[in-house]
């Protein structure tokens, strides 16, 4: 007998792949901001597929464009020790929304690319030191649980690396008991009082959300990005602007969320 998709993923997945719905949805068709499932029921996906499909399901260019490589036999894959024009120019066009001499890192996951930025800022700094913020979530690989502040997303017999936490910019639930017109940043202080308390003072990196998703959309105040970024610079570290979720336009004008939406 035919097992269902459900009963397959019960068998043959590995059991971390959760379901979170008594009824889980079987998505088979998609197009533009909506979904179908197996019983032809139509969702408006809010989420773009948990923050991957920026420009909407199956975009007719994208798929103009799919559809030719696959007719011209043009290769599924090229390792990047051989040449294709598709990489650099992607490259160029990303470049053109930072500021000075710029380079690009493809990965395949916000996991990977927070790895590689954490293990740059430790090959640049000669430091290890990451420090992260409570409520932040960065992915599910090793390193970056070690950076989440989430107790659910810890496990009991994970590796801990040279990774420290300090207070979220959560103005909705202060951790210090303000508010907006009684504010003087203490959030971002905690920074500078960490750094100065609970580590030697070599920190390599600290690594913020502009906007943290997991942790409840918890937006700080403008003025907080630029306080941190300059306490970390002050202390010989980087700052990490982790755009897994608020970049690529899904805040506003701006390409990148970095220093506050729009």
């Not at 809010?46 to 007719?60: E, F, L």
């Not at 470049?95 to 000075?100: A, D, I, L, V």
């Not at 907006?180 to 990196?205: M, N, R, W």
Request: aromatic residues 10%; glycine residues 10%.
């Amino acid at each position: 007998m035919e097992l269902c998709t459900l009963e397959k993923r019960k068998q043959f997945i590995y059991a971390s792949k959760k379901i979170y719905f008594n009824k889980p949805v079987e998505v088979t068709k998609a197009t533009g901001c909506r979904v179908w499932d197996v019983e032809e029921n139509e969702y408006l996906d809010a989420i773009g597929g948990i923050v991957t499909i920026s420009v909407g399901h199956n975009h007719p260019r994208i798929k103009k464009v799919i559809q030719g490589l696959l007719d011209s036999d043009h290769p599924q894959h090229v390792s990047s020790l051989f040449l294709s024009p598709f990489m650099p120019e992607a490259g160029r066009l990303l470049s053109k929304h930072f500021k000075g001499d710029s380079r690009v890192y493809f990965v395949n996951s916000g996991s990977e690319a927070n790895e590689v930025a954490c293990m740059t800022a430790r090959e640049f700094t000669g430091k290890k030191m990451i420090i992260s913020l409570r409520h932040g979530y960065h992915g599910g690989t090793n390193a970056t649980l070690n950076l989440c502040g989430h107790g659910t997303w810890k496990y009991q017999h994970q590796p801990h690396s040279d990774v420290g936490q300090i207070e979220a910019p959560y103005c909705y639930r202060c951790p210090f008991g303000k508010k907006p017109d009684s504010c003087s940043l203490e959030c971002a202080d905690d920074l500078d009082k960490f750094i100065q308390t609970c580590t030697s003072g070599d920190v390599a990196a600290v690594i913020v959300e502009p906007i943290q998703g997991v942790g409840g959309f918890i937006t700080p105040p403008l003025s907080y990005y630029k306080k941190v970024y300059e306490i970390i610079k002050d202390h010989g570290g980087l700052y990490i602007s982790d755009e897994v979720q608020t970049g690529v336009g899904r805040l506003g004008k701006n390409f990148f969320g970095a220093f506050g939406p729009g």
